[in-house]
């Protein structure tokens, strides 16, 4: 079965950098894409952006280009979001999601990024 | 991008339908036929309910459809069941080959 697991909770102060993993298992890594989302505390989803685990390609949110980059290691079947120059606003949960070419089918369990001083 | 508008919140009896309506613009919504829905419970993870507007993946029930004309797209749940309770977002693909999430709708199996 498809399963995303996601590393554990994050505490930063604002300026730091956090980089959090998605391990993909059940499926070829390599024939889907991946998508990150981040939902603040109360608040809707947001889409942060997607890579492709075939060539590495991505496609960022306008919002966050420039502080975030989103990798993938085929040879762990992992994907990474690395998210620096982090603020306030910075705090949610993030999702790492399976990109089924429209929509995100499976989605991970979600891993909750606190920044604070 | 903006976020897709959604109505906050939407109740029903048992049994009945309801609808929850996603407007966006023909850079998103009216632009592609790739709308989905998604059900998200208190403390977890969405999960996908619907997918290219009107598709529904293997397990979910055939109580949920999906529409959409020209820049609306909207989930009816017919038969409501207690279950069903929650948050729905849609979202949809958008221009330049990214994507963009609705408000949020809260709902309530009176």
């Known amino acids: 079965q498809v399963q995303l697991v996601q590393s554990g909770a994050e505490v930063k102060k604002p300026g730091a950098s956090v980089k959090v993993s998605c391990k993909a298992s059940g499926y070829i890594f390599t024939s889907y894409g991946i998508s990150w989302v981040r939902q603040a505390p109360g608040q809707g989803l947001e889409w942060i952006g997607w890579i492709s685990a075939y060539d590495g390609s991505t496609n960022y949110a306008q919002k966050l280009q420039g502080r975030v980059t989103l990798t993938t290691d085929t040879s762990t079947s992992t994907a990474y979001m690395d998210l620096r120059s982090l603020r306030s606003d910075d705090t949610a949960v993030y999702y790492c999601?399976?990109?089924?070419?429209?929509?995100?089918?499976?989605w991970g369990q979600g891993t909750l990024v606190t920044v604070s001083s | 991008q903006s976020a897709l508008t959604q109505p906050r919140s939407v109740s029903g009896s048992p049994g009945q339908s309801v609808t929850i309506s996603c407007t966006g613009t023909s850079s998103d919504v009216g632009g592609y036929n790739y709308v989905s829905w998604y059900q998200q419970h208190p403390g977890k993870a969405p999960k996908l309910m619907i997918f290219?507007?009107?598709e529904r993946p293997s397990g979910v029930p055939d109580r949920f459809s999906g529409s959409k004309s020209g820049n609306t797209a909207s989930l009816t749940i017919s038969g409501l069941q207690a279950e069903d309770e929650g948050d729905y977002y849609c979202c949809s693909f958008a221009d330049s080959y990214t994507y963009v999430f609705g408000t949020g709708t809260k709902v309530t199996v009176l």
């Open positions: 999601a399976r990109e089924g070419g429209s929509h995100q089918d499976y």
């Open positions: 290219d507007v009107t």
